[in-house]
């Protein structure tokens, strides 16, 4: 009998980003009212800790969970597109408002993208951004020896 082969589960791409910190519960509940998370997989441990959680941010899943007792903690560095300038910063504020601390507030950047980042609890730090300008090689490049 054969079988199928799974390279990967349903939501998940090639690459899968994931954080192991601690106050894992906390930031679940920060992606789900900051980013709109949709919990599709969690495991918790019979202390109450989050062994492994998968949420889902629109197409993309986020792996997380606590470390356990001999790892060190990993937050991570993400980023979170959007669809256009007014909903990074409708995000960003949506992000503080949700426990998040501002990194840098809502910018245009000289590669045509407008972001602003914030960190959750845990450490991790999210980029929200959006493309707002289709720039070729060139012009990103001499906008960004313009503000050098």
Not at 42 to 65: C, F, I, K, Q, T
Not at 67 to 91: F, N, R
Not at 103 to 130: F, H, K, L, M
Request: charged letters at 25%; a negative charge; aromatic letters at 6%.
């Amino acid at each position: 009998m054969s079988k199928t082969k799974i390279s990967r589960p349903e939501g998940h791409h090639v690459v899968v980003p994931s954080a192991v910190v601690p106050g894992a519960n906390k930031v679940i509940s920060f992606l789900e009212r900051a980013f709109d998370g949709k919990v599709v997989d969690r495991y918790d441990g019979p202390n109450g800790a989050v062994y492994h959680a998968e949420v889902l941010l629109g197409d993309s899943v986020v792996m997380l969970g606590e470390p356990a007792p001999d790892q060190q903690a990993m937050p991570a560095s993400l980023s979170y597109y959007v669809d256009d300038g007014a909903s990074v910063d409708a995000t960003y504020r949506r992000a503080l408002d949700s426990g998040a601390r501002s990194v840098s507030e809502p910018t245009d950047q000289p590669w045509g993208y407008r972001s602003a980042c914030v960190t959750d609890d845990a450490g991790n730090r999210w980029t929200i951004c959006a493309i707002v300008e289709e720039l070729s090689r060139d012009e990103i490049l001499r906008r960004m020896q313009a503000q050098a």
